[in-house]
């Protein structure tokens, strides 16, 4: 059976979503991988971008609220940023939970270029861990 794995962070909208894409290339047919937010805060164009130039395709993705997750029982729960994990709404759930914070590149200070820098910097830091991640979990 494969497992389920949520990807869970503010807004749903950059973090998660580089983690989504990331998540299922590596995983593959092996896991089933969805991502939500807190809030939902729609799809981060810089985050469509920044994983284009990486060759993952995520502008079919779309910004989901937990809630419309309540009814699936996941394996695991990653939480991509400190104010999800703290702010997570309660849901019965037998997931492990499991967390890294990563820093939020919608937030990054600067000109367009030092703002794009900071996308492929969090897209390299998140591509590593959903690397590890799959490898030390499904492989």
């Known amino acids: 059976m494969k497992k389920k794995i949520l990807?869970?962070?503010?807004?749903?909208?950059?973090?998660?979503q580089i983690a989504e894409g990331y998540l299922r290339y590596f995983a593959g047919d092996r896991?089933?991988?969805?991502?939500?937010?807190?809030?939902?805060?729609?799809?981060?164009?810089?985050?469509?971008?920044?994983?284009?130039?990486?060759g993952i395709d995520i502008s079919g993705h779309t910004s989901n609220h937990i809630d419309e997750y309540r009814h699936l029982d996941f394996d695991v729960v990653?939480?991509?940023c400190d104010h999800a994990r703290e702010n997570c709404p309660h849901f019965p759930t037998k997931a492990e939970i499991v967390h890294y914070n990563f820093p939020d590149p919608a937030k990054a200070p600067g000109s367009e270029a030092e703002i794009g820098l900071a996308f492929k910097k969090v897209r390299g830091e998140i591509k590593k861990y959903c690397e590890n991640f799959i490898k030390e979990n499904l492989l």
């Open 78 to 80: 990653i939480t991509v």
């Open 31 to 54: 896991a089933e991988i969805y991502s939500a937010g807190i809030e939902t805060h729609g799809l981060n164009p810089k985050a469509v971008a920044v994983m284009k130039e990486d």
């Open 7 to 16: 990807v869970l962070c503010t807004g749903n909208s950059c973090r998660s």
